[in-house]
């Protein structure tokens, strides 16, 4: 072998090495720091809510499409948001996400997601908005949000599940019958009352039926759609909540 392609041979062996360790070095640091170690803006995705309540669109399951408060209609606020992420910088609970890019159009565009995390009504996110759309908005004026709507599940409801139970004792003892209190200690989960609570419209959009182990009420078209009640019922019933938001507006 000549001096030359012996020199050759060395430079590439040589060069080989380097890159091997700097690849060995960039992936135990990426280890250590973790791949996704910044990821700004906080990002949705589009694997929609965490009980799979999503929208199907093409290929991609996006999560309820839940604008934050003050959002024009949906074609207004696509042509007027320039993704400049202030809406979420303004937000101190971390409740304003983006749609990733299964979302089409809507791509990096804020949302709200009570299945992560329910709106407060600070009304930060529309007075950062540097375009108005996001109209800007008073905490005091939350009764004129229109986010989303709610509903109820009574079924899985603690509350409900306890009236329910109640009912049954009652027309057992009413019929000459022994009332079954075993049943009603395995079931009888409630009283609860906590969205009813946590509602910033409390007695409007969510009140407390009588007599009724403070068993809810909804009144959807008095909704202002913020999610509080849906995330504490997630962490009541640490599964499917018994109450939820519902989207008013649909996927252009």
Request: glycine content about 12%; aromatic content about 6%.
């Amino acid at each position: 072998m000549s001096l030359t392609r012996r020199r050759i041979l060395r430079d590439a062996v040589g060069a080989g090495a380097s890159l091997f360790a700097f690849l060995g070095v960039s992936g135990l640091l990426r280890l250590v720091l973790g791949a996704g170690a910044s990821s700004y803006p906080v990002d949705g995705g589009t694997s929609g809510s965490l009980d799979g309540c999503g929208t199907t669109a093409g290929d991609a399951l996006l999560p309820r499409l839940i604008r934050p408060p003050g959002a024009l209609e949906e074609p207004a606020f696509l042509a007027g948001c320039i993704r400049c992420y202030r809406c979420q910088d303004a937000c101190d609970i971390g409740a304003v996400r983006f749609l990733g890019e299964g979302a089409g159009e809507s791509f990096l565009s804020p949302y709200i997601d009570p299945a992560a995390k329910a709106c407060n009504l600070c009304m930060k996110c529309t007075r950062s908005c540097p375009t108005g759309v996001l109209v800007p908005m008073e905490p005091e004026e939350r009764r004129e949000v229109s986010m989303a709507t709610v509903t109820l599940e009574a079924a899985l409801c603690l509350s409900h599940k306890a009236a329910s139970i109640r009912d049954r004792q009652a027309l057992l003892v009413e019929a000459g019958r022994e009332a079954t209190e075993v049943e009603a200690t395995l079931e009888r989960r409630g009283p609860c009352g906590e969205c009813y609570m946590f509602c910033p419209e409390r007695g409007r959009a969510i009140d407390i039926q009588p007599g009724g182990f403070l068993a809810p009420r909804v009144f959807p078209d008095k909704c202002v759609g913020c999610g509080l009640c849906e995330e504490i019922c997630r962490v009541i019933l640490r599964g499917r909540p018994a109450i939820q938001v519902v989207p008013t507006r649909s996927w252009t």
